[in-house]
């Protein structure tokens, strides 16, 4: 079965740019037609779905955070990458990253896929 686990900072300056990378087990980044998203979700609001890398290293994102998201992987490590410039308070959020059921780009329900168990970002000064 495959686990996911974010790791990052949990505070973050504003105009900073956020990195937190998901390391994966149980499964490869490149196994054929699976996506792999990075979610957010803000405090008292519900999830948002930032944007995802595919198997094949294409890459997807929200058209509201695309000026500002970056998504990597590094195959050897099996791990997948978040980058979020120019951060706002807005931007705090608990954080999750997730793989999708196979053949699906954006998964944004608890329900679907596998999902790690989240980071909680904050940016303050």
């Known amino acids: 079965q495959v686990q996911l686990q974010e790791s990052g900072p949990g505070l973050v300056k504003p105009s900073q740019t956020l990195s937190l990378t998901c390391t994966v087990s149980?499964?490869?980044?490149?196994?054929?037609?699976?996506?792999w998203s990075w979610i957010r979700q803000p405090p008292g609001k519900g999830l948002e779905w930032m944007g995802a890398?595919?198997?094949?290293?294409?890459?997807y994102y929200s058209p509201s955070l695309k000026s500002r998201t970056s998504i990597s992987r590094d195959t050897s490590k099996n791990q997948f990458t978040l980058q979020l410039s120019s951060v706002t308070p807005e931007d705090t959020a608990v954080y999750y990253c997730?793989?999708?059921?196979?053949?699906?780009?954006?998964?944004?329900?608890?329900?679907?896929?596998?999902w790690g168990q989240g980071t909680q970002v904050t940016v303050s000064s």
């Open positions: 997730a793989r999708a059921p196979i053949g699906l780009v954006v998964v944004t329900t608890f329900t679907e896929g596998s």
């Open positions: 890398i595919a198997y094949s290293g294409s890459t």
């Open positions: 149980g499964g490869s980044i490149t196994t054929n037609y699976y996506y």
